[in-house]
């Protein structure tokens, strides 16, 4: 039986400055479920310094959080869940690199970062089971679709994710995503600059690209692209940079360019796979690197491919080593 608490007005320390919102209550209520924080929010259950607030809210140190009673929280006394073998298992066999202070996963296809609505198994689950307490359990310190594979960066207590919380927000992380389109984009590099708003569809929640009179609400977004091969006109083998961070950024992006992504239920424009093409989708954040929190060094890591993405390689026979990058391995 889950115990009800009552309502707190809870200050924001030193170390939390710049941290998100719905980081800061995954940080103090770890089993409080997004989808019920954002329900709070929406209802204004919670405050900050006496305002409504939103999930994306940077907090400052010393702000005050009013935290409504949460019926979620469980009894104090709770036991704290084990993480199972198979578990452990499976974050060894996708650890890419680690040390004192990060972890980084190279997180399949399919495997959703957080909870949502039917959502049970997900990296932040596991999470939850690992670190001694609040100040020592690892959290993510950003997001990937539930679809994209590729490098998940993972702080393994507060302070480090605060700070690599400051480094995302300052654009001092260094992002390359490889995607297979269809079509050829032309010019073969280029910059997308398109403004996104989400908006609902039949198909669930999609971002596209803000119209006159929505600048109120929509998020500047860019994206730098370069084809590095091409399969005749029919697909192409892009690398992507995103200069912002937004959901689904490059996925409509790439469909406002006129060339989605393969496998992209979301946002195919209509386009039918390949043959002998998995439908999945084939978006990989290949390769990630940023000044390491402890101020020494660089932390620069690659992912291999996902399967699917390595047998669409071989079919069109695009060869990653076009790319021109060095893969890096750590700092």
Do not use: C
Not at 15 to 21: S, Y
Not at 179 to 195: I, Y
Not at 283 to 310: C, K
């Amino acid at each position: 039986m889950t115990q009800k608490s009552p309502v707190e007005t809870r200050h924001v320390g030193a170390d939390e400055d710049g941290l998100r919102l719905d980081r800061w209550f995954k940080t103090h209520y770890a089993t409080l479920p997004h989808s019920r924080l954002e329900k709070l929010l929406r209802t204004g259950q919670v405050r900050v310094d006496g305002g409504r607030a939103k999930a994306s809210t940077r907090l400052k140190a010393g702000q005050s959080v009013r935290v409504p009673p949460l019926p979620d929280a469980p009894p104090p006394s709770a036991p704290k869940r084990a993480l199972s073998k198979a578990n452990r298992d499976f974050l060894a066999a996708v650890t890419l690199y680690e040390d004192d202070d990060l972890l980084v996963l190279n997180k399949p296809s399919g495997l959703a970062v957080q909870g949502g609505t039917k959502t049970v198994q997900h990296i932040d689950r596991l999470l939850e089971a690992m670190g001694d307490g609040p100040e020592t359990r690892p959290r993510l310190v950003h997001r990937l679709d539930r679809d994209t594979s590729g490098v998940l960066v993972i702080a393994k207590r507060r302070s480090v994710a605060t700070k690599l919380g400051r480094a995302f927000q300052t654009r001092s992380v260094r992002k390359i995503y490889w995607a297979l389109v269809t079509g050829v984009p032309k010019p073969p590099q280029g910059k997308v600059e398109a403004a996104l708003v989400k908006a609902a569809g039949p198909e669930g929640d999609r971002v596209r690209k803000a119209r006159p009179g929505e600048q109120d609400r929509a998020q500047s977004a860019v994206t730098h692209y370069a084809v590095v091969d091409r399969a005749g006109q029919a697909v192409s083998f892009v690398s992507l940079k995103p200069v912002t961070g937004r959901q689904h950024q490059l996925r409509a992006h790439m469909d406002i360019l006129g060339h989605p992504i393969l496998g992209d239920e979301k946002y195919k424009r209509g386009h039918s796979l390949p043959e002998n093409v998995q439908n999945k989708l084939h978006l990989h954040a290949r390769r990630i690197s940023f000044p390491h929190p402890s101020g020494e060094g660089v932390v620069d890591v690659t992912a291999p491919l996902p399967e699917h993405m390595r047998q669409s390689f071989a079919l069109f026979g695009f060869d990653e080593r076009l790319s021109g990058e060095q893969s890096g391995s750590g700092p």
